[in-house]
């Protein structure tokens, strides 16, 4: 099994470039995470699909979008890239909604924002 | 505001010996608590979770919660080299808008020297 699949695996772009990040698990897991993980700041929650069909802003959702295209992909979205969105970006999946449930990451994408 | 806490060290310990990591956390709804291990340059790994006051056990990890002093900690038995890594403290709430999410600590870095 692959579990959660992130592509792609390193990007550069220029501030003000649009980009969406991939993600895919196939676990047939119902909730879905994207996180980013900054030297000194451990990993920050930016948005979260429960189940299919919904998505919630986490701790730093501003500049970022996400679409839950089905129940195996939830990709983000920057519009505007900004140096401050420079970062490692983790997608992760976990069964179900719940405090209980374990999450599953994926190997992360490495974004620089020049 | 919730809060994980964990001492970023490097925890440096020789081959063989136990390693104790430990992990505060501020909201006493707090519920389920896990801990991943994360080698540099790569992806969170979930090691334990625990849920009830008192000892978990697997393999040569145990995991401690004392929900009363809101603590959680990793104990590492007979610690060997490919132990090195940073080990990340999360915790979940089982209640209000923040139900299923998980907060990370920033990480303790454990060298384990041959």
Redesign the interface.
């Known amino acids: 099994n692959a579990g959660v699949t992130q592509t792609p695996k390193f990007q550069v772009l220029k501030t003000g470039q649009s980009m969406t990040l991939q993600c895919a698990q196939d676990m047939n897991h119902n909730s879905m995470y994207w996180y980013r993980q900054d030297p000194g700041m451990g990993l920050r929650l930016i948005y979260y699909s429960a189940s299919e069909g919904t998505t919630d802003k986490g701790e730093v959702p501003n500049g970022y979008n996400v679409s839950r295209l089905n129940k195996r992909e939830f990709s983000l979205r920057l519009e505007s890239a900004a140096p401050s969105q420079t970062s490692v970006y983790f997608c992760a999946s976990s069964p179900t909604w719940g405090s209980n449930q374990p999450q599953h990451f994926g190997d992360g994408t490495r974004l620089s924002i020049l | 505001q919730k809060e994980v806490e964990q001492n970023s060290g490097p925890l440096s310990v020789p081959e063989g010996a136990i390693a104790s990591l430990n992990c505060t956390y501020s909201d006493r709804g707090s519920?389920?608590f896990?801990w991943y291990r994360q080698y540099s340059g790569?992806?969170?790994?979930?090691i334990m979770?625990i849920?009830s006051n008192g000892d978990k056990e697997d393999g040569r990890f145990t995991a401690q919660l004392n929900k009363a002093s809101q603590y959680v900690s990793l104990l590492i038995r007979d610690s060997q080299p490919s132990d090195s890594a940073t080990y990340?403290c999360?915790v979940?709430?089982?209640r209000g808008s923040t139900?299923?999410?998980?907060y990370?600590?920033?990480?303790t870095q454990l060298t384990v020297w041959p």
């Open positions: 519920q389920s896990f790569k992806s969170p790994e979930l979770f849920y990340l999360a979940s709430f089982d139900l299923g999410r998980l990370f600590g920033r990480g």
